[in-house]
């Protein structure tokens, strides 16, 4: 099979706001061959990417994405690794393409899962799936008292497992100890509580290790992103002070980046999207790395569900590694991407599709409202336009 096209979609939601929320836009791809179709998902700026995707060549290290992957075999998964490789040699220079490249890949599995008319996951090497407890992902409430609701209702929709992120918290000791005190009176003593802060804390030891006592004090599971993902000083020493595991990875973008934060950061869990390091190949690479130095790999997704059935594949046959980050306040926008979702079964997990491809389909029809129109020119030369869905 010859990888014929690539087409990118920008979507977007009416309005942006300034809240952290990821779903609020979206870069769809869609890669084509022999008669078939397979659908991706970048984490990235789309206007960003699709210029990455289409752009001029600078030098030898600076070509387009478009350079390395169209007009290529795509056979096995052997061709998805070798494409993976040629993109970061010949686009090595342009930091946006992880990000661009991520969709890509993802959507090539996809396609060639529906080719050889496989699920992704036994191409990936697993024999079979074991099921993972989702925590609730969410942003803080703006008061005490929003966190302390959130936390009931997620706890009454039945997650053992809810993670509170971002918003105000890590700004002030006084309000970040009511937030936790709220998070874990909502949620009683059995449910699992995370936090994750949004490298609020840039690379400042000291601010992080005075909420360490609140954090310990209120049984949390883990403490997410303290520090900038290349703070690798910070995270050694605050993981040598506290009893808290702490959790980062989601800002790598390859996978050399995940196993030096393994290596050399004091983590309990190294959480990768494959949206952003490089695809479900590369965020395999780093499940496969954190079993040998007895690390839990969690995905990170905070977008649409084909997202997140794309960041669960890479570890979705290791037992061992049992959470999921499961979005719970998505935009319109990211859920309506898909006509399928991934739906708590009665044990409160999730479970991974077992159609060929990503076992999801993207709804064609559900999109359209939020398309944005784009065209790129250059001295008068067209280099993109939105292609029809």
């Known amino acids: 099979m010859i990888i014929e096209a690539v087409d990118l979609f920008y979507l977007s939601m009416p309005e942006i706001t300034n809240e952290v929320d990821g779903s609020q836009d979206a870069l769809l791809v869609r890669v084509s061959g022999s008669g078939l179709t397979g659908w991706g998902e970048c984490e990235a700026s789309p206007l960003t990417s699709i210029a990455n995707f289409i752009c001029p060549k600078s030098h030898g290290a600076a070509h387009p994405v478009s350079y390395s992957v169209l ?156 520090f900038y993902t290349d703070s690798f000083s910070a995270y050694k020493g605050l993981s040598q002070s506290t009893k808290v595991p702490l959790a980062g990875g989601e800002g790598c973008h390859n996978p050399l980046m995940a196993k030096n934060m393994i290596d050399f950061c004091g983590l309990g869990f190294i959480q990768i999207d494959s949206g952003i390091i490089g695809g479900i190949g590369s965020a395999k690479e780093v499940a496969d790395y954190a079993v040998s130095r007895d690390v839990q790999f969690v995905n990170h997704t905070f977008t649409s569900h084909l997202a997140f059935v794309s960041s669960i594949l890479p570890y979705c046959g290791y037992e061992d590694f049992i959470f999921c980050e499961y979005p719970v306040q998505l935009k319109p926008l990211a859920w309506d991407i898909t006509i399928e979702h991934i739906q708590l079964n009665d044990e409160g997990k999730i479970d991974i599709p077992e159609k060929t491809g990503l076992g999801i389909e993207v709804d064609v029809e559900g999109i359209k409202p939020y398309l944005s129109m784009v065209k790129i020119e250059l001295d008068g030369k067209e280099f993109y336009q939105t292609p029809s869905l």
């Open 71 to 226: 007009g290529q075999e795509l056979n096995s998964p052997q061709d998805i690794v070798r494409i993976s490789n040629e993109v970061r040699e010949k686009s090595l220079t342009i930091l946006q393409t992880p990000h661009t490249f991520s969709g890509i890949e993802i959507a090539l599995w996809d396609l060639l899962g529906k080719y050889l008319e496989e699920p992704v996951y036994k191409m990936l090497g697993f024999d079979k799936t074991f099921s993972k407890t989702p925590y609730a992902s969410q942003l803080f409430g703006s008061t005490p008292d929003e966190t302390y609701k959130k936390a009931k209702s997620s706890l009454k929709t039945g997650y053992r497992a809810v993670k509170f992120g971002w918003g105000k918290f890590g700004i002030d000791l006084t309000e970040d100890q009511k937030h936790i005190e709220a998070a874990r009176e909502g949620l009683g003593k059995d449910c699992k509580l995370m936090v994750d802060v949004g490298s609020v804390w840039k690379d400042d030891l000291n601010e992080a290790s005075s909420r360490l006592d609140m954090l310990e004090k209120a049984d949390v599971q883990w403490l997410e992103e303290p």
